[in-house]
């Protein structure tokens, strides 16, 4: 080979060996700038979050207010000042930071928003009554909060957080013809469970719908007589409790079912307690202590219930553990030396 053309083979090999280098370079830097910004997905995506959450209440705070409002006025909603501590509480329990950063969910948490907006303009615009707007202001309040979280943090986070945001839901107030035949199921549930206790204690009972009548006394379940107050509370926590310390889908769906029939029988026993006290011991039973503010105690006896019931499940739970658990023990050798 010629002097020249050495000369031009060793530049152009020196050529490609320093752009081998740079590429190699530039996709180290790319690299680390993508750690860097993976490090970084953690704290931008919880500063979204709360900048999102922030917007939403800013929008909504009109029907914020009101809500919250309702729920210190009447025991009817009571049970939404429990909602928000009890899903953050959930979720902070549940929470599964990824290793690798956050992939958001961007299409999915997007299609939540836009169903949020859409729901909150229609509430705005409609001519509707003012307790079905607030209803539907707030279910636009909760699902826009669930979009932001999925869109912030993706699809695996909000998967194994789908409980607690759904449980959001329990914060919006019923609308009036729904509260109507939730308490209507109460009242004659109540009164069909009182008749048959009194049946069963062997006193003479009369039913007339909603009229119980006893010898000396006549009841009627009215509607301020529903519970529909520790009713509410009773079923919201069973439901965490049931989440919270069982594993099974299936326990926790029966245990949340167990809570419905136990909100009619807590009420049938103080309509039963109360009517056997006011014609067997003192009158002033009727009109006192514990039928005004009784409901606490009755309540405690169903969510004793409850405690028991799901002290069964997870016993059961515990079993069936020790028995899958029980063949890989059976395989393991142990070697002394």
């Given at each position: 080979m010629r002097g020249s053309e050495l000369q031009k083979y060793c530049s152009v090999s020196d050529s490609g060996g320093m752009r081998s280098l740079m590429a190699v370079s530039l996709t180290r830097k790319s690299h680390l700038?993508?750690?860097d910004l993976m490090?970084?997905?953690?704290?931008?995506?919880w500063t979204l979050f709360s900048m999102l959450c922030a917007l939403a209440v800013a929008l909504n705070w009109r029907t914020l207010?009101?809500?919250?409002?309702?729920?210190?006025?009447r025991e009817e909603?009571?049970?939404?000042?429990l909602i928000f501590p009890l899903s953050?509480?959930?979720?902070?329990?549940?929470?599964k930071s990824p290793r690798k950063g956050l992939n958001r969910g961007w299409v999915s948490g997007m299609l939540l928003l836009v169903v949020a907006a859409g729901i909150f303009i229609f509430a705005r615009l409609a001519s509707i009554a003012l307790d079905l707007q607030r209803s539907l202001g707030m279910f636009a309040f909760v699902t826009s909060c669930i979009g932001v979280f999925?869109?912030?943090?993706?699809?695996?986070?909000?998967r194994n957080s789908v409980f607690p945001l759904c449980f959001l839901y329990w914060a919006v107030p019923l609308p009036p013809a729904a509260l109507a035949r939730v308490t209507q199921f109460l009242q004659h549930g109540s009164a069909i469970g009182a008749y048959s206790l009194f049946t069963v204690a062997g006193i003479p009972v009369a039913q007339d719908k909603l009229l119980l009548t006893i010898p000396g006394l006549t009841v009627e379940v009215a509607r301020e007589c529903s519970s529909i107050r520790s009713s509410m509370m009773l079923l919201v926590t069973t439901m965490f409790l049931g989440q919270l310390?069982?594993?099974s889908a299936l326990h926790k769906t029966l245990l949340t079912l167990i809570a419905i029939p136990l909100s009619v029988a807590k009420n049938s026993l103080r309509i039963f307690t109360i009517a056997m006290l006011g014609t067997k011991v003192d009158p002033a039973f009727l009109t006192g202590k514990l039928h005004r503010q009784g409901g606490g105690l009755f309540f405690a006896i169903a969510l004793l219930l409850v405690l028991l019931v799901l002290y069964v499940f997870r016993r059961r739970e515990r079993r069936l553990q020790d028995i899958s658990a029980a063949p890989a023990l059976a395989g393991t050798t142990l070697s002394f030396s």
């Open positions: 700038r993508g750690l490090r970084l997905s953690n704290f931008s995506a207010a009101a809500t919250f409002s309702l729920a210190l006025q909603f009571t049970h939404i000042l953050l509480a959930l979720i902070s329990m549940e929470w999925v869109l912030c943090f993706g699809g695996d986070v909000s310390l069982l594993n």
